[in-house]
């Protein structure tokens, strides 16, 4: 795996929250970040990353409409 942690600066007053780009749980002190294909991808760790991987891109790359094509 090629990320990095960083951390998560935020003030008390802050209302933003940072999900992982997998599985949707919200990252409160430190994120595992990657550079992919398709963008940076921010993740709680790197279970997730593989997990993203392994299952998420090949099943997006799968999915019928996956050429990018728009419709209309």
Do not use: N
């Amino acid at each position: 795996m090629s990320g990095h942690w960083e951390p998560i600066v935020m003030q008390v007053w802050d209302t933003v929250v940072t999900p992982c780009d997998c599985c949707g749980q919200v990252v409160a002190r430190r994120q595992w970040v990657v550079e992919l294909e398709e963008g940076e991808r921010r993740f709680c760790g790197p279970d997730c990353e593989q997990l993203y991987r392994s299952y998420v891109v090949p099943a997006r790359a799968a999915a019928p409409g996956a050429s990018g094509a728009s419709k209309g």
